[in-house]
């Protein structure tokens, strides 16, 4: 054998002689580059790879023989496949066969489309799973939100200080006398007012069906009071409503009716949903609510000043004199008195009384006349204090939004500037305070340290600087309405006004008092004992159109409050709703549909807002009516002579902004419907496309059930409940049709067929090809009781009667059936299996018997075999032509008993 070296130099040799050689031009063979080491080197790496991989191989082996797989034989028959010859045909063609080529062609161009379609249909189907899943999660992300929503934590106390600071702060370093403390209440005293709550809403709906107006605050407000006197938390929600009834300045109310001057619904929607927040409409509700917000507190004080005097008669030595003069002078007796001797040395004395203080607490009770009745007759001894006060409080007096003229303003400004501004602490605090309010100066300071010393008195102080006509002579840095009002509450937040924790409602209020309505009912319903009353808070806000709604988009966010960092905050009304109706629905569902109108309420706001609440109230209503399945008492019912009882809904359109009862049955009952048949709830979907009057719909849901049920066992006569004309009652739920899903499909459908028989207009509204599906699948299912019941040749004769199988040896009647198969329904056709099978099954056993007969040499019943032999075969035929319809199974179950009949 030739060596590696002598290889290597006749290769050079022969390198050398055709490079010398003339003869072969073109002829350049690559040089070797690599000398006889470096090739063996080579070789070795690349045996000892060879040898790894070989290792690694055994290793797989060795793993796939431990699971029973012989890796050898495998790969030997992997190696043993010539793919080469795939697609070449079977047969081999010769040049010249050109049909066989065309042929061929053909088969491969059907098998690539077929394939192709295959491919096609494997991904749609993944595609459309894909959507469906996605379609489905957002829905039951949707509901998680819901409850987590609805179990939110209570906000919890908090080891927090109040925050102190030049803006009045100090003012809240103790709670107000005023505001009572909040209790602890049970589920039963809770249930007791929320169904005092609904009897208000279900009045407040009847209401608006007839077009009247309701003092729905009013009337809410009756309906939180406790009943007992010691219930605080009762008491303080109550006080809530009388604030609430100022800011939207609903008076003369009487049992939820206006005795003078009424609120309409949605009396302030267009101002405060749907104006610029800088025009006039918008700039006049702000002024209202401020206003409103301004008098609730001066009544409230006013109160406390009278639980005063009663308290402490003797100190406060009020007299036969019940006027609000004598009162605030008792109340400062009582404030600042002691042993005839005024102990506060700061106060300013006149007419042995404290001026100042008096003049205060006049305005902080309400009693600006009465202010300046008493300033003008003490004018001499105020004139010794200071000598204009009295034409500056006049002139503020009568100006209609409290403006001083601009020749006194600067006057007033150079005179404050002198005196008042710079007071020490020994210097009276109310004089200091009624030239801040007067001249409305320091707007950036507004707090007075010794008067302004409870969050109410801070809160009216406030008020009473806001102003909503910005932009007429004031100064960029004195401008203050309501909305810098807001801001500054809300830095101050509620650890600032209810460190604890325990007072909810104040804070509440303080939100309310600044007409942050969406604010505040997002904060209540965050405490678990008030979620009742945010609801309602809600309403009645919703009702007089002060409170933003969330668009559609926003309902699956956890959070109510939408847009919380902005000056026009929305809150998601229709879900809140939706979350409290929740907790009742099931056992009294009416109730529930009462609240679910109200999502209604924000029809009037532009599209697609508006729009968008009604699709939503719609959902919520079809929601209730699956769920909790009271068709009866919400849809309606069928009475035995097919006269339709209408439901709640029904006689409630308006209130679901319905336009007439056909777009009531189409927007509500038809969606049902449609959404039953969509999750095989066919019971139903029957009633329910009854009471849509989709009488053909039920006759098709009829047919599918009827199909369903050809494969399974039928119900015994005596099982089958009394019909109700034409329907089928339950009687727990008080609803028509198939309630229950247990009465024998078949005869449902005779009943409803015959019923609509009866009932003029109904029978007409059913496609002729859908009721003659039914009809054969009745005497289908008829056939697969006489089969179970033993009697064979009455079954074979009802089968044979609808004509669906020829069983008769005809070939062109064979065919023209198997064609006639493409216009049969589909409910038919998702059966053949069972139909074939049972039929092929009755004319076996019919054969058996006849062949079992002791009977041997009867001619007839030779004959008798023979006619049933010959159906088989034309079954067999038939079946033989129903390619890709019938399964592997199903031939296979023919083909063994037509074997044994033959």
């Known amino acids: 054998m030739a060596t590696l070296a002598s290889l290597l130099e006749q290769s050079q040799r022969l390198q050398t002689s055709l490079a010398s050689s003339s003869a072969q031009p073109g002829v350049d063979l690559p040089a070797i580059q690599l000398g006889l080491d470096q090739i063996e080197s080579q070789s070795r790496r690349i045996a000892g790879r060879s040898l790894k991989e070989a290792r690694q191989t055994g290793n797989a082996a060795y793993l796939l023989a431990s699971g029973g797989v012989n890796a050898e034989q495998l790969s030997s028959n992997i190696n043993t496949v010539n793919v080469a010859g795939t697609f070449e045909p079977l047969v081999p063609l010769s040049d010249t066969d050109v049909e066989g080529y065309i042929r061929h062609t053909h088969e491969q161009a059907i098998i690539s489309a077929i394939e192709e379609g295959r491919r096609a249909t494997t991904s749609d189907f993944y595609r459309n799973l894909d959507v469906k899943m996605r379609r489905d999660w957002e829905k039951q992300k949707e509901k998680l939100f819901e409850e987590l929503g609805r179990h939110q934590p209570a906000a919890g106390p908090s080891t927090e200080t109040p925050r102190r600071g030049g803006s009045g702060a100090s003012g809240f370093e103790r709670g107000s006398p005023m505001t009572p403390l909040p209790a602890t209440s049970g589920s039963l005293q809770m249930h007791s007012k929320m169904m005092r709550y609904d009897r208000v809403i279900r009045r407040l709906n009847e209401f608006r069906k007839e077009g009247y107006a309701f003092g729905l605050v009013s009337a809410l407000g009756e309906a939180s009071i406790g009943t007992s006197a010691s219930d605080s938390r009762s008491a303080q929600a109550t006080e809530t409503w009388r604030l609430l009834s100022h800011l939207v300045q609903e008076r003369d109310v009487l049992n939820g009716e206006f005795q003078r001057t009424a609120l309409q619904e949605r009396q302030y929607a267009k101002a405060y949903l749907l104006a610029d927040q800088e025009s006039q409409d918008a700039v006049q509700v702000r002024r209202m609510i401020g206003d409103g917000a301004r008098e609730y507190l001066e009544e409230q004080f006013l109160a406390y000043v009278e639980k005063t005097l009663a308290s402490r008669p003797t100190e406060a030595a009020l007299g036969g004199d019940p006027s609000i003069q004598n009162k605030i002078r008792a109340f400062l007796n009582v404030k600042y008195s002691k042993n005839g001797q005024w102990s506060n040395q700061a106060l300013e004395i006149a007419n042995n009384t404290p001026v100042w203080a008096r003049i205060y607490y006049l305005l902080r009770s309400g009693h600006a006349k009465e202010a300046l009745t008493f300033a003008t007759e003490n004018e001499s001894a105020i004139q010794k204090l200071e000598k204009s006060f009295v034409p500056y409080f006049k002139a503020w007096l009568d100006s209609p939004d409290r403006r001083l003229p601009k020749l006194l303003r600067d006057r007033f400004l150079a005179e404050y500037n002198q005196r008042i501004r710079y007071l020490t602490d020994t210097s009276d605090p109310y004089k200091h305070a009624l030239y801040k309010l007067i001249g409305r100066v320091e707007i950036n300071r507004r707090n007075v340290p010794g008067v302004t010393q409870t969050t109410e008195d801070w809160l009216w102080f406030q008020l009473s600087l806001v102003r909503e006509t910005e932009g007429q002579g004031e100064a960029p840095h004195e401008k203050y309405g309501l909305r810098d009002l807001a801001a500054v509450l809300r830095k101050f937040g509620e650890q600032h006004f209810d460190p604890k924790g325990t007072r909810p409602l104040l804070y509440f209020q303080v939100l309310l008092l600044s007409g942050q309505f969406e604010r505040a009912i997002a904060f209540l319903q965050q405490h678990s004992q008030y979620q009742a009353d945010a609801v309602h808070f809600a309403v009645a806000l919703a009702y007089y159109g002060l409170l933003r709604v969330s668009p559609r988009s926003k309902a699956a966010d956890v959070e109510l409050l939408v847009d919380g960092n902005t000056d026009t905050p929305s809150i998601s009304f229709a879900r809140l709703i939706h979350r409290y109706t929740r907790l009742f629905a099931h056992s009294d569902a009416a109730e529930a549909l009462q609240y679910l109108y109200l999502i209604c309420l924000n029809a009037d706001l532009p599209s697609p807002r508006g729009e968008d609440q009604v699709a939503l109230a719609h959902d919520y209503v079809r929601e209730l009516v699956m769920e909790t399945r009271q068709y009866s008492q919400l849809l309606g019912d069928v009475r035995n002579d097919g006269t339709k009882v209408p439901g709640q809904i029904e006689r409630d359109l308006k209130l679901l902004h319905l336009a007439d009862s056909r777009a009531y049955l189409f927007g509500i009952v038809k969606s049902a419907a449609e959404r039953a048949d969509l999750e095989l709830r066919f019971s139903e979907a029957i009633l329910l496309y009854n009471l849509a009057e989709e009488y053909d719909a039920v006759i098709a849901v009829l047919n599918v059930e009827l199909g369903n049920s050809l494969s399974k066992p039928s119900v015994p006569e005596n099982g089958a409940r009394q019909s109700r004309g034409g329907f089928f009652a339950d009687a727990s739920?008080?609803?028509?049709?198939?309630?229950?899903?247990?009465?024998d499909v078949?005869?449902?459908?005779?009943?409803?067929?015959?019923?609509?028989?009866?009932?003029?207009?109904?029978?007409?509204k059913v496609?002729?090809?859908?009721?003659?599906?039914?009809?054969?699948?009745?005497?289908?299912?008829?056939?697969?009781?006489?089969?179970?019941?033993?009697?064979?040749?009455q079954a074979l004769q009802t089968i044979e009667s609808t004509n669906l199988i020829p069983l008769h040896s005809d070939l062109v009647h064979l065919i023209r059936a198997a064609e006639d198969l493409n216009s049969v329904d589909d409910a038919i056709v998702r059966n053949l299996d069972v139909v074939l099978v049972a039929t092929m099954s009755i004319l076996y056993k019919l054969h058996q018997q006849l062949k079992d007969s002791p009977f041997g040499g009867d001619q007839s019943r030779q004959q008798k075999m023979q006619e049933l032999r010959a159906k088989a075969?034309?079954?067999?035929?038939?079946?033989?032509?129903?390619?890709?319809?019938?399964?592997?199974?199903?031939?296979?179950?023919?083909?063994?008993?037509?074997t044994f009949l033959h």
């Open 733 to 743: 739920k008080g609803t028509v049709g198939m309630a229950a899903g247990q009465e």
């Open 746 to 764: 078949a005869q449902v459908a005779r009943s409803i067929l015959e019923h609509y028989d009866r009932s003029a207009g109904m029978g007409g």
């Open 767 to 793: 496609s002729r090809r859908r009721r003659e599906t039914c009809e054969v699948l009745m005497r289908l299912k008829e056939a697969m009781g006489m089969y179970e019941q033993g009697k064979l040749e």
């Open 873 to 898: 075969r034309s079954l067999m035929m038939f079946a033989g032509m129903l390619r890709y319809r019938l399964t592997a199974e199903t031939y296979s179950q023919l083909m063994r008993l037509d």
